[in-house]
């Protein structure tokens, strides 16, 4: 299977290939919430370089650059410390020794 075969999300939790395989997502909430941070493709039917292939996976709903990566951390830790009340007040991203994303609580 060759990268770009994933194409499109149906709104009943399926994932569509070009090759028009229907594949089941499962949605991935932070633990003891009801926050959604994403899907994992089930891969429980599937066997050999296909399960191996799909399995790393982690779809999300946003282009996953750097600045999107970290207010997308962001909202996963601060609703995660919120059941403890922390306050949680940014969180940086280095992507590289020179490359640095930073997201703050917004004003």
Known sequence: MEDGN???LSATQ?????EGRELKIIPVFVPNTDYLVGY????NDLSGPEREYLEGYFLV???PTSEHFTEWLYNIVDVKMSKI??????I???ETPKSLA????PA
């Open 40 to 43: 994992q493709i089930d891969v």
């Open 6 to 8: 994933l194409v499109s």
């Open 102 to 105: 930073v997201y703050s609580r």
């Open 85 to 90: 009340d922390v306050q949680v007040s940014k």
């Open 14 to 18: 399926t994932l569509n290939t070009k």
């Open 61 to 63: 709903s946003f282009v």
């Open 92 to 94: 940086s991203w280095a």
